[in-house]
């Protein structure tokens, strides 16, 4: 299996900053020193073109990041300050998420260590996010003639708003998202189908209701590739998640989503997306479960299913 990574392109944070960036080198180091992952399956994709960026981002938003000329507003609004690193880091990320697709549509299964920028509209950032790695990765993949349709599986806590909003009118990416409805952002844009769930909400009411739906997403998608935002922050000690399930229970979400989509025959890239646990130990627990989940799911199983 083909993991990306990029977390080696850093960026400078204020001390105390919320965005948990020593999450990715550190699960990288355990995916290794676990024996998950062998050195040869990690590979460092290419950095997002200008061209790539621009199937989705407004060429005005484009110059603004490049050239550093972002407004204070529209720098706070990300939440991340300026500098060059992290638009070298954030263009990683979004070709991180691009090479997995690729490899997915080869392989059955990849996965990008980051991505699931999911609330990057196309002329702004916001919420950690710069550039919308899953729209662009759709978009590029379709502009290649690669794949025609593509269903996006966001199960991280928070809405993908950026994404809904970049495909609110294109019925060939559908935009599935289950997350907390009181939580950020306020303002939930329409997806093809929003579960919001309350406060609190726990394994059993988030996995019958995964169940319920997945099928029915897949039959209506009719996609030719699967985008997965496996976001750890559902965690019931996440401090910006506010629901309530357990590293078991996400575990089975995992395993839903991965076995209903390779049984289907219908190539899954898997992105890591949100995660911020009181602990940061939790968070890396929760991806590694992840990646050392997808790992046991061998290539033939999707194969002998296509």
Known sequence: MRVYYHDVFTF???????????????????????????????????AATQAQLSRVHSAEYLTKVNRGSLSEKEIRRIGLPWSPQLVERSRRSVGSTIAACRSALEQGLSISLGGGTHHAYPDHGEGFCVFNDVAVAARTLQAEGLVRRVVILDLDVHQGNGTAA??????????????????????????????????????????????????????????????YLAGADPFAGDRLGR?????????????????????????????????????????????LQTVSLAKSYLPHEYQANR
Do not use: W
Request: proline share 8%; glycine share 8%.
């Open 12 to 46: 400078p944070l204020p001390e105390g900053h919320r965005f948990p960036a020593q999450k990715y080198p550190l699960l990288r180091q355990r995916l290794l020193s676990q024996g998950v992952l062998h050195p040869d399956e990690l590979l460092l994709a290419e």
């Open 166 to 227: 970049t495909f609110k009118d294109d019925p060939s990416v559908f935009t599935f998202s289950i997350h907390g409805e009181k939580n950020f952002p306020y303002h939930k844009e329409p997806s093809d189908m929003d579960i919001g769930l309350p406060d609190g909400s726990a394994d059993e009411v988030y996995l019958e209701v995964l169940q319920r739906a997945l099928p029915q997403v897949l039959s209506l998608a009719k996609a030719d590739l699967a985008i």
């Open 243 to 287: 629901l309530a399930l357990t590293k078991g229970g996400l575990a089975e979400r995992d395993r839903l989503v991965i076995e209903t989509c390779l049984r289907a025959g219908l190539p899954l890239a898997i992105t890591l997306a949100g995660g911020y646990a009181r602990q940061l130990e939790d968070t890396v627990e929760i991806h």
